[in-house]
Nanobody
Framework: QSQLVESGGGLVQAGDSLRLSCTTPARTVMWYTMGWFRQAPGKEREFVAAISRIGSTTYNTDSVKGRFTISKDNRKSVVYLQMNLLKPEDTAVYYC?????????????????WGQGTQVTVSS
């Protein structure tokens, strides 16, 4: 069973918002780079956003373009992905993952630990 647990997915309409959460073991978000990836049926896993141990953020600007915001709560050891103005093309399984600091944040190969994913479905 994964140590990272995603929640908050669901079925929404285009234009709606969702906030995904990733619960991690204590202090994980203080020591690791945390990332969100997504995978749609028949497509490669795609980088969405990442946040470093010191809070620096990186986004896949081509796909999320200011609509998504990654954040974390060090005390609760939770990572969030706020998703606004959702589009049907955002439909995917969203995964939370943890990487060693200093590894390229946008590369899936950088991440050692993955959650089981949460489904996000956006209807038109």
């Amino acid at each position: 069973q994964s140590q990272l647990v995603e929640s908050g997915g669901g079925l929404v309409q285009a234009g709606d918002s969702l906030r995904l959460s990733c619960t991690t073991p204590a202090r994980t978000v203080m020591w690791y780079t945390m990332g969100w990836f997504r995978q749609a049926p028949g497509k490669e896993r795609e980088f969405v956003a990442a946040i470093s141990r010191i809070g620096s953020t990186t986004y896949n600007t081509d796909s999320v373009k200011g609509r998504f915001t990654i954040s974390k709560d060090n005390r609760k050891s939770v990572v969030y992905l706020q998703m606004n103005l959702l589009k049907p093309e955002d439909t995917a399984v969203y995964y939370c993952a943890a990487a060693q600091p200093g590894n390229p944040a946008a590369a899936a190969s950088s991440y050692d630990v993955w959650g089981q994913g949460t489904q996000v479905t956006v209807s038109s």
